[in-house]
């Protein structure tokens, strides 16, 4: 079945620093890679996502890059604030619906 | 609309009993996912859903049973409730054309679940 390794686990930086989140995986079958952000306490939320056929997508501050060849993607948040502390997972999708989840990144930004 | 809707939101079993967890959504989402996160870590899919009538096992299925007799809901199943099963549950919901491109997920606020 389908596996995906976050990295890394808990990252902090200062804020106005940049943060990158990268996620491989093992299906070749995953065609669907979002990203969601969870507060503590809260369910999880779309921030971004990207589909098989593109490379680089960019909203605002976040962007999400794929290597399918390599079968890793990655989040990249630039120009970081305080409130964009919280958990962040990626997770892919197969056309057959199935869903999977990395484990999670902690992120913290230092004011 | 109101989304994805789930209920209980906070509920504490006794080691063998029995309950279900009720999830429906208003947003004619034909994918349906139930997943349990346990503290400091990931989601992982318990069972899923790609229509009305089609459940598919996820990673952690055992222990759980689901039904979809409606496109709005998708109710889980704790037979025999054990400590192992104390986690905070969420459902989700997305749009796909079927064996099509997916759409993100929607998640309700989750369920707490505590086994005692």
């Known amino acids: 079945g389908e596996n995906v390794e976050q990295h890394p686990s808990t990252l902090s930086v200062q804020e106005g620093d940049s943060a990158v989140i990268k996620c491989t995986y093992s299906d070749s079958a995953s065609n669907y890679f979002p990203w969601y952000k969870q507060e503590l306490g809260k369910r999880p939320q779309l921030i971004i996502d990207i589909r098989s056929n593109v490379g680089e997508k960019k909203d605002q501050r976040i962007a999400v890059t794929l290597n399918k060849t390599a079968k890793h993607f990655s989040l990249h948040i630039t120009e970081t604030q305080p409130e964009d502390s919280a958990v962040y997972f990626c997770?892919?999708?197969?056309?057959?619906?199935?869903?999977?989840f990395g484990d999670g990144t902690t992120l913290t930004v230092k004011p | 609309n109101a989304g994805v809707t789930q209920t209980p939101k906070f509920r504490i079993l006794k080691i063998g009993q029995s309950m279900t967890l009720q999830c429906a959504q208003d947003m004619n989402h034909n994918y349906m996912y139930w997943y349990r996160q346990d503290p400091g870590m990931g989601l992982k899919l318990i069972y899923y859903s790609v229509g009305a009538g089609i459940t598919d096992k996820g990673e952690v299925p055992n222990g759980y049973n689901v039904s979809r007799s409606t496109t709005e809901d998708f109710p889980l199943r704790l037979e025999l409730a054990a400590p192992s099963q104390t986690s905070v549950y969420f459902c989700?919901?997305?749009?796909?054309?079927?064996?099509?491109?997916?759409?993100?997920?929607?998640f309700g606020d989750g369920t707490r679940l505590s086994i005692l």
């Open positions: 997770a892919l999708n197969t056309n057959a619906g199935k869903s999977t």
């Open positions: 989700a919901s997305s749009y796909s054309e079927f064996k099509g491109v997916n759409q993100p997920q929607h």
